[in-house]
């Protein structure tokens, strides 16, 4: 039922409970990155192949042989959805935060800046995001690249 | 042929297998000799794959035994192999990564010696998903005989492959049994590949042995007369209690 609520509506419980500061900005962020992470996680690992566990099985590999070997790279590419569906809305939460709940940060910025009017802070916070997202999932982007190079989606013609 | 006296000799006793209240298998009785080719010929859903999992230890018989040289089937054992009708490799695996996996210590040179066996030491280093149908079956033969099996057992693994293929897997496995002498039990619905493969053709019909037949040719096999005889006997017997006669009897108006 958690995952029902949109994790930003827990920002005033979240403030009640942890004040003001960095805390609260993890706490939100944890809340908000973990579920595309674990159901991707979850829908990966039960639509495992279920005739390489049986091949697996009649190789004599023990559980953790058949988790290293089939389970975990077998829903990679389910948990690196995940990854990736969790840096956006990582960022979005860390912006929200800084705006609402925060006495430093970009966002903090970007709030400050509108009460003056100085448009030139508020465009610059505005870069920095677009900088930071783009590396973050360029980066995410070169893990997955590495990790599934088995696939063929990845291999380099 | 050098006798290898670690192969495996099965013997089947008084087998019975439900799935629910299903009877699959109905008081099997059965003994293939050590280094001995059993092909296990019959339609889909007569059992004989069932047979197959239930030596392997996949499956849990419901009555009845199976014995490998007296010692009781309770647990996977690793000198017993299996080779299944898709590849199955690991794609995320390379090809000797792969080939490993069915050696017990997952060195890299038994996957090697392995893959020189059945010619594709050279794609070693590749992924499974640049191979071709054929070549993926040939890695998959080469893991199950990285871990030196004395029991070979394959569930039609080449019937997904196409005609020229198969005749090149049919020579290269009947040549890898008499170089190493491993008990080979095939588990096919081609007659004509029973035949050619195999000391002895076990039919299977409604979970019984309805026939056991010595392929008495002499190896290398070739597609004569007498190999026309094997095939013919035991095909006919295959289709006889079938309603395939009662099709053709039927008057189609159109």
Redesign the interface.
């Known amino acids: 039922m958690i995952r029902n609520v949109p994790h930003l509506a827990m920002l005033p419980v979240i403030l009640i409970w942890f004040g003001i500061g960095e805390t609260a900005k993890v706490v939100l962020i944890s809340l908000g990155t973990f579920f595309p992470i674990y159901l991707n996680t979850f829908h990966g690992i039960r639509y495992v192949d279920a ?2 566990i ?8 023990n559980k953790l042989q058949l988790f290293k ?2 389970i975990f ?2 829903a ?1 590419s389910s948990i690196m959805i995940g990854v990736r569906q969790s840096l956006g809305r990582m960022w979005l939460t860390l912006i929200v935060a800084e705006t609402i709940a925060a006495k430093s940060g970009i966002g903090f910025m970007a709030t400050n800046a509108r009460e003056f009017m100085l448009m030139d802070v508020i465009l610059l916070s505005l870069i920095i995001y677009a900088l930071l997202g783009s590396i973050s999932d360029f980066v995410a982007g070169l893990i997955e690249k590495r990790i599934l190079r ?3 989606n990845f ?1 380099k013609a | 042929m050098s006798k290898n006296v670690n192969a495996f000799e099965i013997q089947v006793k008084n087998l019975s297998k439900f799935f629910g209240d299903i009877q699959v298998l109905k008081n099997i009785n059965l003994t293939v000799e050590q280094g001995k080719f059993v092909a296990l010929v019959g339609h889909s859903g007569c059992g004989k794959s069932t047979l197959l999992q239930l030596i392997s230890n996949l499956e849990t018989p419901t009555q009845g035994q199976i014995t490998l040289n007296d010692a009781p089937v309770n647990k996977i054992n690793p000198a017993v192999r299996y080779l299944f009708q898709e590849a199955r490799l690991l794609p995320w695996k390379t090809v000797w990564e792969n080939v490993a996996i069915g050696s017990n210590d997952r060195s890299k040179e038994k996957a090697i010696r392995a893959l020189q066996e059945v010619n594709l030491d050279n794609k070693a280093e590749e992924w499974p998903a640049v191979l071709s149908g054929g070549q993926k079956q040939r890695v998959s033969l080469a893991r199950a005989l990285a871990g030196e099996p004395k029991l070979l057992l394959l569930d039609e693994p080449l019937g997904a492959l196409d005609a020229l293929t198969r005749i090149n897997m049919q020579s290269l496995i009947e040549k890898l049994w008499k170089e190493q002498g491993f008990t080979v039990v095939l588990v096919t619905h081609d007659v004509s590949e029973a035949v050619y493969l195999a000391d002895r053709v076990v039919l299977i019909e409604d979970g019984k042995i309805a026939m056991d037949e010595k392929i008495t040719l002499a190896r290398p096999r070739v597609k004569d007369s007498n190999f026309a005889y094997f095939e013919k006997k035991i095909l006919d017997k295959v289709m006889k209690n079938d309603d395939v006669g009662e099709i053709a009897n039927e008057v189609y108006v159109i």
């Open positions: 005739s390489l049986e091949m697996g099985k009649t190789y004599g590999l070997d089939i790279p077998g990679m088995w696939h063929s291999r």
